[in-house]
């Protein structure tokens, strides 16, 4: 065993390294007009984590990451990694406040960040000590940049950097609601697991070419689709943004396979005016998730996409992201299912008490894996009430089937008490969406002094579609016992979302309450 093998072990960019050796001449990483081999990747992430360790961050210091899509980002995350820093991605939507809470909190001593966003960036930094603040992609700056430094002569050997399975690798902020964000600590032995895990329930293949568009920022893109690819050996088509236009034209002048979307994205690809104009013949692959996706959309890819199979990807930040999956076969039996746990996970379905409730029953979802977050950075009392029990409580209501196939009723704040009778919103949702007038729906609790909360929808109907109030909810009306019905429907012409893609309802209610 030679010294360098000694260093790191059991980590993400020995795993890169070893991808490295076997597909080296493979493409696997396109992005813009610049198109890296594994070899050439594996190169630029040393000089890269070179240059971060000459700048003075020493391994355990956190550094931030503030940017869109690019192949400096992914370069970024990967020299974090060899260089033994904790990566701390930051959704690039935050204001300077809320960027400024995060590296305050996680204590960074780096940050990068996009050009487009120095404003922000200079306003937040100001109050904090920053060892090193750079760009991603500004090669013409007089200060660091990530990609000038991956494109210069520098070291490209492994930095001597002592690190095993149990390092910290990233710090995962999760969106907070009613508190202020809180991060999960995820370390290399357990994004690696999760990495395995979904290689085999997703079926990722080293010969698929794979399109990448969600923001790298979240989870699910970063380490259920874009690390498990790049660890098997495939190509990575990579975009900045999932504008429909570019998706739809990037499937068929790539010829791609695989390709992950929230519900939104999909929703929005399939109302795009070009989408049967566009060869999808290729596409095989259409994992969703980050939300539910409603069954009438469901049915409707099945129907414009002939032959592609389906996976319904549930999970959380705080598990890597991935827990369970319903495959494409398993979609005929149970298209509104969230599948059964991948082969890193357990999974209960659990009462106030930590009992196991029947099948059939709502209780609350909890977990057990090695794909699990060690705790919550600098929040014990967070953690230890996320695992009373020594299960992870994951704030999801479900049940469980017979077979043991998971079903999501909702985020437990997202459950409406209607006159003292718990409401799904989702239910309300799934109905609203089988009538054909509607493209995208909302369904949130308003206070109300009679009903407790009142049932209210938001609805952005199809382009060219017409349908009034009181239709909705008559349609509403004959699918559903009469308390479920929403007791106003509002009509909008786009709902609030993250650059993830999630609808966020918080906006919606502060809007209604205004």
């Known amino acids: 065993m030679t010294m360098q093998s000694r260093i790191q072990q059991h980590t993400i960019g020995a795993a890169l390294a070893r991808s490295a050796r076997k597909n080296g001449s ?23 984590a070179h240059a971060l360790i000459g700048a003075g961050l020493t391994p355990g210091d956190r550094l931030a990451v503030y940017g869109k899509n690019s192949d400096a ?18 959704n690039f939507a935050l204001s300077s406040e809320e ?83 809180k991060a999960a600590m995820m370390t290399h032995q357990a994004l690696l697991a999760e990495y395995m895990a979904c290689m085999v329930e997703l079926d990722i293949k080293a010969d698929e070419p794979m399109l990448a568009a969600l923001p790298l920022y979240h989870s699910a893109q970063m380490h259920v689709f874009l690390m498990p690819a790049l660890l098997l050996g495939a190509t990575v088509h990579l975009r900045e943004a999932p504008a429909p236009d570019d998706c739809l034209a990037q499937i068929e002048r790539h010829g791609i396979v695989s390709f992950f979307a929230p519900p939104t994205v999909w929703i929005g690809l399939l109302r795009h005016p070009e989408f049967d104009r566009h060869d999808l013949s290729r596409l095989k692959k259409a994992y969703y998730g980050a939300s539910i996706m409603p069954v009438p959309v469901l049915e409707e890819l099945r129907r414009r996409i002939p032959g592609v199979g389906l996976y ?8 890597a992201p991935l827990a369970t999956v319903l495959r494409p076969e398993e979609h005929d039996a149970r298209p509104a299912s969230a599948g059964r746990p991948i082969l890193t996970v357990e999974t209960r379905i659990v009462d106030a008490e930590m009992n196991d409730v029947p099948p059939g029953e709502h209780g609350e979802i909890v977990h057990r894996s090695p794909q699990l977050l ?3 950075w600098d929040k014990p009392e967070m953690t230890e009430e ?11 209501v479900g049940y469980l089937d017979e077979a043991g196939y998971l079903f999501i009723v909702d985020r437990i704040k997202d459950v409406i008490n209607t006159g003292g009778v718990v409401v799904a919103s989702r239910e309300v949702e799934e109905v609203l969406f089988q009538h054909p007038a509607v493209s995208e729906v909302a369904v949130i609790g308003i206070p109300d002094e009679k009903w407790i909360e009142a049932i209210t929808a938001v609805v952005v109907l199809k382009e060219g579609a017409e349908v009034s109030e009181a239709a909705l909810i008559e349609h509403a009306r004959e699918h559903m016992a009469h308390y479920k019905v929403p007791k106003q429907i509002h009509f909008s012409d786009a709902l609030p979302k993250s650059t993830a893609g999630k609808i966020l309802k ?3 209610r502060k809007e209604l309450q205004a």
Do not use: M
């Open 99 to 181: 960027l400024s809470y995060i590296l305050e909190q996680s204590g960074a001593s780096g940050l990068l960040s996009d050009l487009s966003l120095a404003d922000k960036v200079e306003s937040a930094s100001s109050a904090v000590d920053l060892t090193l603040s750079g760009t991603l992609h500004a090669p013409q700056s007089d200060g660091f940049d990530v990609l000038k430094a991956a494109l210069a002569e520098g070291d490209d050997t492994e930095p001597a950097v002592e690190l095993d399975g149990q390092s910290l690798a990233q710090l995962l902020y999760t969106s907070g609601t009613t508190a202020a964000p």
């Open 73 to 90: 980002y992914v370069i970024a995350w990967l020299a974090a990694t060899r260089a033994g820093l904790v990566h701390v991605p930051i």
């Open 312 to 319: 319904n990807c549930y999970g959380q930040s705080e598990i």
């Open 26 to 48: 493979r493409l696997a990483l396109a992005f813009a007009d610049r198109r890296w081999s594994y070899a050439e990747l594996d190169r630029a992430v040393n000089r890269v």
């Open 386 to 396: 996320a695992f009373l029990g020594g299960w992870f409580h994951s704030g999801d």
């Open 506 to 508: 918080r906006h919606l």
């Open 374 to 376: 060690t705790g919550y």
